[in-house]
């Protein structure tokens, strides 16, 4: 199957309109001399200058357009492309050829909310907002058939395949995720929707993700998936912390010589310790008011 040939945008000689309004005017004017010269009794230099008028004026009225800042007019010649003008103002050409306006604003697309599995699994609701615009004019006109459809399709495609690439959360910090990485995530959202729309002639300026959930049917237990793991991530940190306070406390205590402890008593301080450092509530103090051993 052969491939699609690309359609390149290139320029194209145009006349400012300003300048063929004066010849309109003059075709006008000629016209009228003609008709009194018709009245004078002048048939044949009246007839033929009012001829030759008449076929300037209905020559050149075709030929005018007019060209908004960011807007862009492709010309054609029988349907074959010959170029575009991107000369905002009133222009001119010759009447034989055709003009397909197009806009090279920035448009800007929220699309809407999909469900989709990420990468473990679960389903996620998603959406992004793009920020895009027409680059090549000749390549969004003639190599695909709606340019603005064809990017909102491709914006979701990208979207569920960007999705489907990351988990929606890791507790354990091991790799990268939606919900945490957004901004790497926006940036490789932009470079596979460029990827995808480069054949309609469009540049990706910018992608965000707008809307971020789990799907209603798991969402209440993803939550509670969540607040679990995160509890048991505080208490891995926390009893890491704890573990090392107390090594730290027997160092010195051991390396000062403040008191010397036996392999018992050594596990009661220890026990002792973690107790104060990962209780959840404050603890109270007992004193000892005999010796160490009792």
């Known amino acids: 199957m052969p491939l699609l040939q690309a359609t390149r945008e290139k320029s194209v000689a145009t006349v400012s309109g300003y300048a063929m309004l004066l ?25 033929g200058m009012l001829l030759l008028c008449g076929l300037v004026f209905f ?47 920035v448009h800007n697309v929220t699309s809407e909310k999909l469900k989709i599995n990420d990468k473990r699994g679960n389903p996620v609701e998603i959406a992004s907002n793009v920020v895009w615009r027409v680059t090549d004019t000749a390549q969004a006109l003639f190599d695909v058939d709606d ?46 929707l460029q990827e995808r729309v480069a054949i309609a002639g469009v540049s990706v300026d910018e992608c965000r993700l707008t809307h971020l959930a ?6 209440q237990a993803m939550l509670r998936r969540q607040q679990a793991e995160a509890v048991i991530a505080a208490r891995t940190r926390l009893v890491e912390g704890a573990v090392t ?33 990962c209780g959840e509530r404050d ?11 009792q």
């Open 245 to 277: 306070m107390v090594e730290l406390a027997l160092d010195q205590l051991s390396a000062k010589n403040v008191v010397e402890l036996d392999d018992e008593r050594r596990a009661a301080m220890v026990s002792n310790l973690m107790v104060v450092l």
């Open 59 to 105: 020559l050149t009225v075709p030929g005018f357009y007019l060209i908004q800042p960011n807007q862009a007019a492709a010309i054609l010649l029988f349907g074959d492309y010959k170029g575009t003008d991107r000369k905002p103002g009133l222009r001119w050409v010759l009447p034989w050829l055709s003009r397909q306006k197009i806009s090279v604003r």
């Open 23 to 47: 010849v309109l005017a003059l075709s006008i004017l000629g016209g009228l001399f003609a008709l009194s010269l018709l009245a004078a009794g002048q048939g044949g230099a009246g007839a």
């Open 147 to 192: 340019y603005k459809a064809f990017v909102e399709i491709q914006i979701e495609s990208a979207v569920r395949a960007i999705g489907s690439r990351y988990p929606y959360d890791d507790f354990e910090h091991e790799e990268k995720t939606l919900r945490g990485d957004g901004a790497h995530v926006a940036d490789e959202l932009q470079a596979e």
């Open 214 to 219: 789990y799907a209603p049917e798991i969402a």
């Open 283 to 293: 603890t109270q103090p007992v004193v000892n008011t005999g010796t160490l051993y």
